[in-house]
Every structure is written in structure tokens, then in C-alpha cells.
């Protein structure tokens, strides 16, 4: 069993056992969530920019959990205490909860001081069998159709807003090449320039024949 939470934009935590892995912790997105009651062990970053990095290094410290991202970014960081791992695109990486693989994404990457920050990923997760796809910042790819045939998600966390990546109409398209029984959106409404109708999403979306579960990050538990 595997539990997900969207804490909000593009952050999530997923809970194997007694275990938590987060994703893209711009925890600071959500007043209601508190990363203090989760056992952090993993902390993934698919880029570089500051919505997605967001508070990985201070709670890395705090919880002595090990951040897994490309060189650019673990570099870039480092410092004493920190435990990194760093990686690149396109293996399976083994965890003690489970396993993932870094896949490109169609995005730039940088820090907030303007420092290069590698090659930006999506990432697919294998948790005690359950598959998902975090796409990170992306654009639509037709990689997508190879990540259905290899790697058969379940769920696929997808980007919606636009402006910085693939729009509500793009979205479903992913959802349809990556054959995701369900579909969360993600990356929309935080910001002025990302915002996204919900409702055509969800009319778009039920041609597909895919569950598509909008999580509220203020009814977060
Ligand atoms: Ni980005
Ligand atoms: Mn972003």
C-alpha cells in the first residue's frame, strides 16, 4: 500500500510502511502540511528552479534524509551534513522502500542564482508494485507513448497550468499516451501566469476513460 498526499503545486509525499518519500517539497505552499510527522528518508528534485527545489535542503538537514537529483543540483548544495545522491537519467535506482527512474523532461532548468541546474527530469516511481509518474515541468512528449509500453504507470502526476508547461489540453493528451488509470493534476493556480479550467480538464478528460482525481491540498491531513 502505498498513501500519496499533494501537498500542493508540485510537492508531493508518499508513505510506504512507516516510510515517506517526498517529491519537489515546496512544503512552504501549504501552511497545513508538516513535513515534523512524516519519517522523510527520500527526497526527490526533478530541476533545479526554486518551485521545485523548494525546502528539500532544510528538511534533508532536518530529517537526515538523503536527496536524490542529477549532479548539477546535488553539487550545488552540497555541504556538510547533507546526505546526496547523485544520478542521471534513465536507470532504475533501488531504494529500500521501493525503486525509480530519472526520464528527461522537455524544461530548463536553473537555480534562483541564475547557476545551471543539469538536464530537468520527470520521474517514475515503483512502490511495492504501484507505479507513478511525477512528469516534473515538461512540455507533451510522444516519449510518453515508450514510458506506457516500458514502464505501464498507474497513476500519472501531470503538470496542467500552461505558461511553463504543458496545458490542460496537453495534459490530456499525456494522459492518454501514458495510459494512467489515474490522473492527478498538479503545477496549476499557485501562480497568476499557471492558471488552469479545472472543468475542461475533467470534460476532456472522461473521453479518455481515466479516473482523474483532483486533490485538494487544503484538505490535506
Ligand atoms: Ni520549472
Ligand atoms: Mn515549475
Known amino acids: 500500500m502505498v498513501d500519496l498526499k499533494y501537498i500542493g503545486h508540485s510537492a508531493f509525499e508518499f508513505t510506504a510502511g512507516d ?3 517526498l ?3 515546496l512544503v512552504s ?3 497545513k502540511y508538516d513535513y515534523k510527522k512524516s519519517n522523510v528518508v527520500d527526497i526527490f528534485v526533478t530541476h533545479a528552479h526554486a518551485d521545485h527545489l523548494g525546502e528539500a535542503v532544510e528538511i534533508a538537514k532536518e530529517k537526515k534524509a538523503t536527496i ?3 549532479p548539477e543540483i546535488t553539487n550545488h548544495i552540497a555541504e556538510k551534513k547533507l546526505k546526496t545522491r547523485a544520478i542521471n537519467l534513465g536507470c532504475w535506482l533501488n531504494y529500500d522502500w521501493g525503486r525509480a527512474i530519472f526520464l528527461p523532461a522537455y524544461h530548463s532548468s536553473s537555480f534562483a542564482d541564475g547557476t545551471y541546474g543539469g538536464v530537468a527530469a520527470s520521474i517514475l516511481f515503483d512502490i511495492q508494485g504501484v507505479r507513478i509518474f511525477h512528469a516534473g515541468d515538461t512540455c ?3 516519449e510518453f507513448k515508450t514510458y506506457k509500453e516500458l514502464y505501464r504507470p498507474n497513476i500519472a502526476l501531470l503538470p496542467i497550468g500552461g505558461n511553463y508547461t504543458m496545458d490542460v489540453e496537453h495534459a490530456v493528451v499525456a494522459a492518454d499516451w501514458l ?3 489515474t490522473v492527478i493534476p498538479m503545477h496549476y493556480n499557485t501562480f497568476p501566469e499557471i492558471q488552469a479550467d479545472l472543468n475542461k480538464f ?3 478528460m472522461q473521453v479518455n476513460n481515466t479516473q482523474c482525481c483532483i486533490l485538494n491540498p487544503e484538505e490535506i491531513k
Open 140 to 142: 507533451l512528449n510522444s
Open 202 to 204: 475533467l470534460q476532456l
Open 68 to 70: 536524490t537529483a542529477v
Open 179 to 181: 495510459g494512467a488509470k
Open 19 to 21: 516510510k515517506s518519500i
Open 23 to 25: 517529491v519537489d517539497p
Open 29 to 31: 505552499i501549504n501552511p
